[in-house]
């Protein structure tokens, strides 16, 4: 071994002591080249690539499935502009549009609860002659008769339905009352008028001319307002004054005759009743029927006046077929009296002195206020 050779232990050839000598070194023998391996090829992939498209195919098939499961499955849809507003006894017309669930044939139906009536009733929407959208129902005017609360339901032929929203008509409308004659009747004398408030109330906002009338009544009676036809404001109250005037030879009775109130084709009525009595009169009595007294006595008789049928007015009184020498009052200011619907009695006082012829005398008392004249008939015995 040189010294100093890096590749040994020891380089510079100086062992150490008790060291045993390195062996020589070993040849080097490079590896021998192995033999390429044989080429084994990968087993094919078409099963995998027809795998996949089969799933990728039943993906898409799933897909389409639920689409149109989704499409034919869905519930109809409903386009509607709700009605807010309508006039009673006046057809309430409803449109809606169907959209969606299927192809197959849908249908419509309105139902609806008039709030006087509280029961819900249905009307089947129809399309017009056209059969172009949108379906129709009309509610008749004769049902329109206060406010409508209504829903839309749509239907396809796989039962799959759809409900819209409730919706709220506010109708307007008018009520026409004669408030004193809703129990009593309305009550006057033949050849007389009296009077009473007819009030006209306005429902859901109506602000509409109504004209006023009265029918039925008999002939010689008749019938006025003032004013004849009223415009009552929104949700409002407005009166007209009634008169019913009765000549002399209208025909007594009571009368069921209709008071009305029209507005369009808008008509409300109230039935009333009218009692014609006889022309207003009066009835006068005298008691006792006789008297006898001696002569330079006095007789004193009992005299009535009543009312009837609401007759007032100024009466004055007369006695007649007393002889000279005798004399007569009332005892009331100047012999006259005023009778306004009640009954009124008074005293006649006759009076003889010694110089009065003796004798039966057939006396008449008359009551008269000008136009009307009652009589009674007494008789006066003066003895000596």
Same mark, same amino acid.
């Given at each position: 071994?040189?010294q ?14 008790g060291?045993?000598?390195?062996p ?32 990728l195919?039943?993906?898409l ?14 519930p ?14 006046s ?42 959208q949108p ?11 206060s ?6 339901q749509?239907?396809?032929s ?23 004659l ?9 050849g +007389? #008028?009296?009077? @009473?408030?007819?009030?006209?109330? %306005? ?6 001319? /109504?004209? =006023? &009338?009265? !029918?039925?009544?008999?002939s ?18 407005? +009166? #007209?004054?009634? @008169?019913v005037?009765s000549?002399? %030879? ?6 069921? /005759?209709? =008071? &009305?109130? !029209? ?24 008691s006792?029927?006789?008297i ?14 009543? &009312? ?20 007569y ?21 006759v ?32 003895r000596?």
């Amino acid at each position: 071994m040189k010294q100093g050779d890096p590749t040994r232990p020891y380089p510079y050839g100086v062992y150490p002591r008790g060291a045993a000598p390195l062996p020589p070194p070993r040849a080097y023998y490079p590896p021998r080249a192995r033999p390429p391996p044989a080429y084994y090829p990968r087993p094919p992939r078409q099963p995998l690539r027809v795998l996949l498209l089969v799933l990728l195919f039943a993906g898409l098939l799933l897909t389409s499935s639920a689409l149109i499961v989704l499409f034919i499955y869905r519930p109809p849809g409903i386009t509607h502009t709700p009605v807010t507003k309508g006039l009673a006894n006046s057809p309430v017309s409803l449109n809606a549009t169907l959209v969606g669930g299927g192809s197959w044939l849908q249908n419509a139906t309105v139902y609806y609860n008039v709030v006087d009536k509280a029961v819900w009733k249905t009307k089947e929407m129809q399309l017009p002659p056209t059969g172009v959208q949108p379906y129709v129902a009309v509610i008749p005017g004769n049902e329109v008769t206060s406010s409508i609360a209504y829903y839309i339901q749509a239907v396809n032929s796989l039962g799959l339905s759809t409900n819209t929203v409730a919706y709220f008509v506010l109708v307007k409308d008018f009520r026409v009352t004669a408030h004193h004659l809703v129990d009593d009747p309305f009550v006057l004398s033949a050849g +007389t #008028s009296n009077n @009473t408030k007819v009030e006209v109330k %306005s429902l859901g906002g109506f602000s509409s001319s /109504v004209s =006023l &009338s009265m !029918s039925g009544l008999p002939s010689g009676v008749s019938a006025s307002f003032n004013p004849p036809a009223v415009t009552p404001p929104a949700n409002g109250t407005v +009166t #007209s004054v009634l @008169t019913v005037t009765s000549t002399s %030879s209208a025909p007594p009775g009571t009368y069921t /005759v209709t =008071l &009305s109130g !029209s507005s369009g084709n808008l008509t409300h009525t109230q039935t009333v009743t009218v009692k014609v009595n006889p022309q207003r009169d009066f009835e006068l009595s005298a008691s006792p029927g006789s008297i006898e007294i001696r002569r330079g006595a006095a007789a004193f008789y009992n005299v009535t006046l009543t &009312s009837r049928y609401g007759y007032s007015g100024d009466i004055t009184l007369t006695v007649s077929g007393l002889p000279k020498g005798i004399k007569y009052t009332f005892t009331t200011s100047q012999n006259k009296t005023s009778l306004a619907g009640t009954v009124q009695r008074l005293k006649l006082v006759v009076t003889t002195n010694l110089l009065s012829p003796l004798g039966t005398f057939n006396l008449t008392v008359s009551a008269s206020d000008g136009v009307l004249t009652h009589t009674a008939n007494i008789t006066l015995r003066v003895r000596p």
